[in-house]
T-cell receptor, first 114, second 114 residues
């Protein structure tokens, strides 16, 4: 049973560029959440997708957008990259209708913006 | 101001010793509190989850406590092992809609030395 997978593992971009990160949820899960984790900090919630729609959103600008596909996999897109976007981007999957959904995290994508 | 505060920020302990990590939170309405373990360069892994009606939960050598009245939680590690070296993150779930938005602490970095 595959857990949450993310690609790529590492990425280097320059300011102003655009990036797409990908996530495949744990088998049987239908909900995907994205987090940004700066060095030495806890993850910050970006948004969550359920049934191909954005269900909740954190305090991130519109430069951050996402998508969920019919197979529940998801993409995170970041436009007009800034130096401050350098972070570990974590994807977590869960069951959307569970009472206390446990989120299973992927290994993350390390994004460096130069 | 972060609504989930953890202490200490970092901790060094000898292999075989016990330690206790603290978490204070102000978020409301409260749904449940979780402790995650995050190894360097990896995604967080869930250790325990407690609802407001539970005051203790164990997972092997990890024991979490919760005082919902004072909004405090602790994670006790017994007979520490080198593999316990990691960041331990306290996470509080808000009672928002049906799934619970998560608020992460910054984590306590634990280093276990031989």
């Amino acid at each position: 049973d595959a857990g949450v997978t993310q690609s790529p593992t590492h990425l280097i971009k320059t300011r102003g560029q655009q990036v797409t990160l990908r996530c495949s949820p744990k088998s049987g899960h239908d909900t995907v959440s994205w987090y940004q984790q700066a060095l030495g900090q806890g993850p910050q919630f970006i948004f969550q997708y359920y049934e191909e729609e954005e269900r909740q959103r954190g305090n991130f600008p519109d430069r951050f957008s996402g998508h969920q596909f019919p197979n529940y996999s998801s993409e995170l897109n970041v436009n007009a990259l800034l130096l401050g976007d350098s972070a570990l981007y974590l994807c977590a999957s869960s069951l959307g209708l569970a009472e206390y959904p446990i989120q299973y995290f992927g290994p993350g994508t390390r994004l460096t913006v130069l | 101001k972060n609504q989930v505060e953890q202490s200490p920020q970092s901790l060094i302990i000898l292999e075989g010793k016990n330690c206790t990590l603290q978490c204070n939170y102000t978020v409301s309405p409260f749904s449940n509190l979780r402790w995650y373990k995050q190894d360097t360069g990896r995604g967080p892994v869930s250790l325990t989850i407690m609802t407001f009606s539970e005051n203790t939960k164990s997972n092997g050598r990890y024991t979490a406590t919760l005082d919902a009245d004072t909004k405090q939680s602790s994670l006790h590690i017994t007979a520490s092992q080198l593999s316990d070296s990691a960041s331990y993150i306290c996470v509080v779930a808000l009672l928002t809609d049906s799934w619970g938005k998560l608020q992460f602490g910054a984590g306590t970095q634990v280093v276990v030395t031989p």
